[in-house]
T-cell receptor
Framework: AQTVTQSQPEMSVQEAETVTLSCTYD???????LFWYKQPPSRQMILVIR??????QNATENRFSVNFQKAAKSFSLKISDSQLGDAAMYFC??????????FGAGTRLTVKP | NAGVTQTPKFQVLKTGQSMTLQCAQD?????MSWYRQDPGMGLRLIHY???????DQGEVPNGYNVSRSTTEDFPLRLLSAAPSQTSVYFC?????????????FGAGTRLSVL
């Protein structure tokens, strides 16, 4: 079964600075999808960004971008110009071709004013 | 524009009681799933369904039952609740595959089993 590892339980960033959250995964599949979800204190799971494994180009969504290294099985999230509203738990997730989905344990991001 | 609706939001059970967590979606998604989230852990897949009449087990299925009689609804049943099932439960839905397979989550149900 696929596993997703987030090695940083907590991260901190100064407002307006840039922070990178790490994620690695283990799989033998060639076709899959990767996601970053944000979970604020409200508990709502909010999609931040998505990457298709067959695409070499890294996905970007406004201030959020990923560094997808397929051979290294690495999928990091970069948040630029951090804002107070970015403070939350961030989960990396892997979705298999058969829709099986696995999440990492999460990284708690604190944004300091 | 309801999306994915979970009820109840909170529930307290005694050990051995049974209950059903409800999940409904109005986006005509084929795929629906249930997760549990425990402190310090990510979401873990309990059961999922790729369409009406079709269900399958996820990573942690023991102690839970599901059925999918309609596209819209995917209830999760606890037959005999145990303290180990104290958790936050999330329901999610999406299209089955391709570029539309983004999962949309409900607001969660916090369950305590005493």
């Amino acid at each position: 079964a696929q596993t997703v590892t987030q090695s940083q339980p907590e991260m901190s960033v100064q407002e307006a600075e840039t922070v990178t959250l790490s994620c690695t995964y283990d799989t033998s599949e060639s076709d899959y999808y990767l996601f970053w979800y944000k979970q604020p204190p409200s508990r709502q799971m909010i999609l931040v960004i998505r990457q298709e494994a067959y695409k070499q180009q890294n996905a970007t969504e406004n201030r959020f971008s990923v560094n997808f290294q397929k051979a290294a099985k690495s999928f990091s999230l970069k948040i630029s110009d951090s804002q107070l509203g970015d403070a939350a738990m961030y989960f990396c997730a892997y979705r298999s071709w058969n829709n099986d989905m696995r999440f990492g344990a999460g990284t708690r991001l604190t944004v300091k004013p | 524009n309801a999306g994915v609706t979970q009820t109840p939001k909170f529930q307290v059970l005694k050990t051995g009681q049974s209950m059903t967590l409800q999940c409904a979606q109005d986006m005509n998604h084929e795929y629906m799933s249930w997760y549990r989230q425990d402190p310090g852990m990510g979401l873990r897949l309990i059961h999922y369904s790729v369409g009406a009449g079709i269900t399958d087990q996820g990573e942690v299925p023991n102690g839970y039952n599901v059925s999918r009689s309609t596209t819209e609804d995917f209830p999760l049943r606890l037959l005999s609740a145990a303290p180990s099932q104290t958790s936050v439960y999330f329901c999610a839905s999406s299209y089955r595959g391709g570029q539309k397979n983004i999962q949309y989550f409900g607001a969660g149900t916090r369950l305590s089993v005493l």
